[in-house]
């Protein structure tokens, strides 16, 4: 019969520094995360995700604006000025809706998705969720491996308590006597 090998166990990790946004409404530590005050263990998280989200209202009404606008002028229905400040506000609401801003959502074990919106350049919130999602995956590796040599362990507890139950029930058989002479 082949012998079992056995696997080593599991070694604890390196503890990972705390990495954090640079306004701070994100904050990443071995054990948690925390994102505008509400605190999240890396065990409950299923994964993040980041998506640059574009303010679509305001896109409507800067390009509804500057098309009502650029109509009143070419119907002379406007003057010069009137027509430069309208151009002016209307680009204005089509930057400010471009600027929008950043949707992060957590996928929570079991739960629904939680959402915070994050201002900023997505490439500053992509490289932080990326990180939080590698730290997600090492928590939920660790809390599989700590499992796995638990179950062993009662497994090979359960297996000795069957053996030493076996034993005391199942008396040693006498040994057949063994003739001095052949017959």
């Given at each position: 019969m082949a012998e079992a090998i056995e696997e080593p166990a599991p070694a604890s990790l390196p503890p990972l520094p705390t990495v954090g946004s640079p306004d701070g409404r994100l904050t990443l530590t071995g054990t948690s995360l925390t994102v505008l005050g509400r605190t999240f263990g890396l065990r409950e998280l299923e994964r993040a995700e980041v998506q640059p989200v574009r303010w679509l209202l305001w896109y409507l009404l800067g390009g509804l604006g500057l098309a009502i606008v650029l109509i009143l002028f070419l119907n002379n229905w406007l003057r010069t000025l009137p027509t430069m400040a309208g151009l002016l506000a209307t680009a204005l609401m089509l930057l400010y809706g471009h600027r929008g801003t950043n949707r992060l959502r957590l996928w929570l074990l079991g739960r629904e998705a939680v959402h915070f919106a994050l201002p900023g350049e997505a490439a500053i919130w992509?490289?932080?969720?990326?990180?939080?999602?590698?730290?997600?995956?090492?928590?939920?590796?660790?809390?599989?491996a700590e499992a796995a040599a638990l179950l062993a362990a009662l497994a090979a507890e359960e297996e000795a308590a069957t053996w030493a139950t076996q034993a005391e029930a199942e008396p040693l058989a006498a040994s057949p006597a063994i003739p001095d002479a052949p017959a």
């Open positions: 992509q490289r932080l969720v990326g990180e939080l999602n590698r730290r997600v995956a090492r928590a939920h590796d660790q809390a599989a």
